[in-house]
């Protein structure tokens, strides 16, 4: 019973420890997964807005081209291609714009791309605005487009936008980079914190459980071994009793050899009581120093204690 409880004990503790270090692993492995998941898509975001960025700067130097092909129509045909052109580029640049401009609002007031944007000495937003306009202007007016207009479209699509369009792409690509760097921070922790909870459950968990599991098996193979000598005494016993070529005294002989062999003690002595006195009927003693025949007073031996 007590090596079945010891071995139940063992099995859960082994098992405990194993659920209790998968469950770590799981859990750290599921909150970085998470954690990357949410990096990575921020870092999408922030490659779809450069991508769009470059897209907005080719389109105004579409918008640019399209409002000198309108002002220098030499007949109406290539007058309203340009017309059509100008008013796509016009809606997809102020659709876009609109778009990049309320994901830009949404960041705090301090962030550089915000300052960009809104800050009246850059004024990003009011420029764009700005030049849609004037290109809308082109549109409005059928017949008779402003040369004013087309000069100051000209001007912004050639000196005054395209260094803000870098700026704000470098902008993005600067956050960008700064978002890879605190992922690959991020997944260096992860590690190792990994490493930190393995080593833990390493000298908390799995270091004592293969302490019980060695105190198991030796206690085991010791149980083991007691058995197996029992069996090897208890067949000795039935094989000498059972020897008819023996005769009596022979076979008690054998009985005390044996016996002083198993619980390895020196003297193995059978007695027989007599009155006040023990008679020896047959010793095993090495040393010689009894006899049988020999007989001793009660009184001076522990047997008349037991008596």
Wanted: aromatic letters at 6%.
């Amino acid at each position: 019973m007590t090596s079945d409880t010891s071995s139940a004990h063992v099995i859960r503790r082994m098992i405990s420890g194993f659920a209790l270090a998968l469950g770590s692993i799981a859990v750290i492995a599921l909150v970085s997964y998470t954690w990357t998941q949410h990096m990575l898509a921020i870092e999408k975001e922030r490659f779809a807005l450069i991508a769009t960025n470059a897209l907005q700067h080719m389109r105004s130097q579409r918008l640019a081209l399209a409002a000198e092909q309108l002002m220098e129509a030499p007949d109406a045909e290539t007058a309203d291609r340009a017309r059509a052109t100008l008013s796509r580029t016009v809606d997809e640049m102020r659709q876009t714009h609109d778009t990049l401009s309320r994901a830009v609002t949404s960041l705090p007031v301090d962030d550089p791309l915000y300052r960009v944007y809104h800050d009246p000495a850059v004024a990003f937003d009011a420029r764009i605005r700005e030049y849609l306009t004037r290109a809308q202007r082109l549109l409005d007016t059928e017949h008779h487009p402003q040369p004013a207009d087309v000069l100051a479209i000209r001007q912004a699509a050639l000196y005054d936008l395209p260094p803000l369009f870098n700026q704000v792409t470098r902008l993005y690509a600067d956050e960008r980079s700064r978002l890879l760097s605190t992922l690959n921070t991020t997944h260096t922790l992860f590690l190792g914190l990994l490493a930190v909870v393995l080593a833990l459950q390493g000298i908390v968990i799995f270091r004592p459980m293969l302490q019980d599991a060695r105190r198991y098996i030796s206690q085991r193979n010791a149980s083991e071994a007691r058995l197996r000598a029992r069996e090897r005494v208890i067949r000795a016993l039935y094989d000498i009793t059972s020897n008819t070529q023996m005769d009596y005294l022979q076979r008690v002989q054998t009985l005390l050899y044996m016996g002083c062999e198993y619980f390895r003690t020196p003297i193995g002595v059978l007695t027989r009581l007599d009155g006040d006195e023990l008679e020896v009927v047959a010793v095993h003693d090495p040393g010689n120093q009894m006899q049988p025949g020999q007989r001793f007073p009660l009184a001076d031996r522990y047997c008349a204690t037991v008596l």
